[in-house]
Structures are given as structure tokens and as C-alpha cells.
């Protein structure tokens, strides 16, 4: 498995934008890049994926770095519902994911 | 569509004590994965099923453990002779076969261990 490096913790003003750095250096060139949040008291909640291009949802953006060797998470307005653990996880198959410590999102009004 | 759904939610039992939790999928969903959260820390893979088909056991998974989805419907996880370093959150989630890039997890099942 590749290994992952995301910030411990990070802070946002609400309705602000916030970028979600991942340092994946390790990476395979046929590992996607997953992101899942958790919430308190929760289980984990799909963001988004992807594999070299960018890629958008409802929910967040992902932007890839050129060697892949990085990627960011996007959330365009931060709410207070944001505030999560945002876990970082490349791996060529959803079926066995690595969860590290992932990034503590703190959100502020 | 009721999501995944975990029981007991929370469990307190006695070291020693034997328990077991039930995970009822999404419906059209074929594939679940058991994982277990201890705190502070990321959720672990303990295995997976396809259909009834256990396909993948994670060396976390000790002779105490034994998971089943005998109809390929829900599944349960059973730890024998609980022991205090069981205590955690095991969560369980499911996907449909071609959509491997998104898991949908249930709130969890809290056991702690005395």
C-alpha cells in the first residue's frame, strides 16, 4: 500500500473555500485516490475518487498533481457539517482501504 | 433505501464472554467489508464477502473472529473469548460489485470489553 501524508489537523472559516492537501509519493500507476470524511459518531462517508484527471461531485473536487505523487481535496464553502476527519486513501481497488489518521477539519462560523 | 444497518449499536460484555453482531447491507449491494476503529485511529480491514463468498480475511482477523454471510444477504461477525483489546467500533459496509469506488458504511457496532 502506498503511503499516505496529510496534515494532522486543519482549520476553515465557514463558507470559505478549503484545501485538503495528500502527499502520496508511493503511489502506484493503477491506484485510484479515494477520499472518505467521518463525522462524529459516524461511519466513514464516500467523497470522491479518482485516478490521473480531476475530477468533481456534489460534494468536493479532486485535483491530482501531473506525477500523482500529490492530490488535493476541494471543498468550494465549508459548513459546519464539514467538520470531519478527511481520510486520503490510495488503492487500485475499494475492496481493501487503508485508512491512516486522516486530517481533523475544523470549521468556524 | 435504508442504508447499512448495524445491531447491537453498543455492546458491554465480560472478558471472556462470547458476541456478535449483525450487518444487513444495502439490498442490490453484493459485496460487504467488516472493519474495526479503535479510538484516535483510522478504521482497519478485517475481510470481505462477495455474495456469500468470503473472499479476503486481514491477519487482524484471529482464530476468535469468524464472520459468515451464509445467503449472501446480511452478514455476521462473531468474536469468541472477548478480550479488553477487542474493545472498539466495528463497522461494516457494502457495495455493488461494479461500483468498487464507493463504499456505503453503517454507523458501527460499540463493543467494550470489562
Known amino acids: 500500500d502506498a503511503k499516505t501524508t496529510q496534515p494532522n489537523s486543519m482549520e476553515s472559516n465557514e463558507e470559505e473555500p478549503v484545501h485538503l492537501p495528500c502527499n502520496h509519493s508511493?503511489?502506484?500507476?493503477?491506484?485510484?485516490i479515494h477520499w472518505y470524511r467521518q463525522l462524529p459518531s459516524q461511519g466513514p462517508e464516500y467523497v470522491i475518487h479518482?485516478?490521473?484527471s480531476n475530477v468533481n461531485n456534489r460534494m468536493a473536487s479532486l485535483a491530482i498533481a501531473e506525477d500523482r505523487k500529490s492530490s488535493t481535496l476541494i471543498l468550494h464553502r465549508a459548513t459546519l457539517r464539514d467538520a470531519a476527519v478527511y481520510y486520503c486513501?490510495?488503492?487500485?481497488?475499494?475492496?481493501?482501504?487503508?485508512f491512516g489518521t486522516g486530517t481533523r477539519l475544523q470549521v468556524t462560523l | 433505501d435504508t442504508g447499512v444497518s448495524q445491531n447491537p449499536r453498543h455492546k458491554i460484555t465480560k472478558r471472556g464472554q462470547n458476541v456478535t453482531f449483525r450487518c444487513d447491507p444495502i439490498s442490490e449491494h453484493n459485496r460487504l467489508y467488516w472493519y474495526r476503529q479503535t479510538l484516535g485511529q483510522g478504521p482497519e480491514f478485517l475481510t470481505y464477502?462477495?455474495?456469500?463468498?468470503?473472499?479476503?480475511k486481514s491477519r487482524l482477523l484471529s482464530d476468535r473472529f469468524s464472520a459468515e454471510r451464509p445467503k449472501g444477504s446480511f452478514s455476521t461477525l462473531e468474536i469468541q473469548r472477548t478480550e479488553q483489546g477487542d474493545s472498539a467500533m466495528y463497522l461494516c459496509?457494502?457495495?455493488?460489485?461494479?461500483?468498487?469506488?464507493?463504499?456505503?458504511f453503517g454507523e458501527g457496532s460499540r463493543l467494550t470489553v470489562l
Open positions: 486513501i490510495p488503492s487500485i481497488t475499494a475492496s481493501k482501504l487503508t
Open positions: 459496509a457494502s457495495s455493488t460489485y461494479r461500483g468498487a469506488g464507493e463504499l456505503f
Open positions: 464477502f462477495q455474495n456469500e463468498a468470503q473472499l479476503e
Open positions: 508511493t503511489i502506484s500507476g493503477t491506484d485510484y
Open positions: 479518482g485516478l490521473t
